[in-house]
């Protein structure tokens, strides 16, 4: 069964530093997502491609994270600068396409951030 | 108010019980619903689609109350692997694919 990749599972950093997370979603799925999902609560998008291009990015720190898909298959997202408040677990989800009639979403096994 | 309300737990239930898990939501324009299930320190997995008739799978029972914005979930004979969070989810019309998630209900089965 194909199955979204994501790495590192885990990164330990300073705040201040600069992380990066990689994801590589179902081979065919369009549409990649990247949550995040802080301890004791249910995740939240961050950022949605459709292909190459950003479709919802309304909830993306703008200031210290970005997130690219440049040949529209696999993504990266990055802190620069990381803070405390950053720690959590990042999500990363495609599906095979959005609007009506979308199809499931599955998700990748995370990458669990602590920034110290 | 959040856009998608549960109760965190945790639920503590003895093994062979039926338990239920309540969600309400706040945005009318609500399209599909789901349940989700995580395990600790895992990915959400998608345990079911909740339709307006109400639908069954095996042990797991969902039901869905637009007019109320109301979405349970109903575990009968539970089994200790059945121990995880449930997420309620829920996905706006015109709002692409993006899903967005309650803060999920803790369950525990016990022998």
């Known amino acids: 069964e194909a199955e979204v990749a994501q790495s590192p599972r885990y990164k330990i950093t300073e705040k201040s530093q600069a992380v990066a997370f990689w994801c590589d979603p179902i081979?065919?799925?369009?549409?990649l997502y990247w949550y995040r999902q802080i301890l004791g609560q249910g995740p939240e998008l961050l950022v949605q491609?459709?292909?190459?291009?950003?479709?919802?990015d309304s909830q993306l720190p703008k200031d210290r994270f970005s997130a690219e898909r440049l040949k529209g298959v696999d993504s990266t997202l990055k802190i620069q600068p990381a803070e405390l408040g950053d720690s959590a677990m990042y999500l990363c989800a495609s599906s095979r396409l959005a609007g009506v009639g979308a199809d499931t979403q599955y998700f990748g096994p995370g990458t669990r951030l602590t920034v110290l | 108010r959040k856009e998608v309300e549960q109760d965190p737990g945790p639920f503590n239930v003895p093994e062979g019980a039926t338990v239920a898990f309540n969600c309400t939501y706040s945005n009318s324009a609500s399209q599909s619903f789901f349940w989700y299930r995580q395990d600790c320190r895992k990915e959400p997995k998608l345990l079911m689609s909740v339709y307006s008739s109400g639908n069954e799978d095996g042990r797991f029972t969902a039901q869905l109350n637009r007019a109320s914005q109301y979405i349970s979930l109903l575990i009968r004979d539970s089994k200790l692997s059945d121990s995880a969070t449930y997420l309620c989810?829920?996905?706006?019309?015109?709002?692409?694919?993006?899903?967005?998630f309650g803060t999920g209900t803790q369950l525990k089965v016990e022998l």
């Open positions: 491609f459709q292909d190459e291009s950003v479709v919802d």
């Open positions: 989810v829920v996905r706006y019309t015109g709002g692409g694919n993006k899903l967005t």
């Open positions: 081979s065919g799925h369009a549409t």
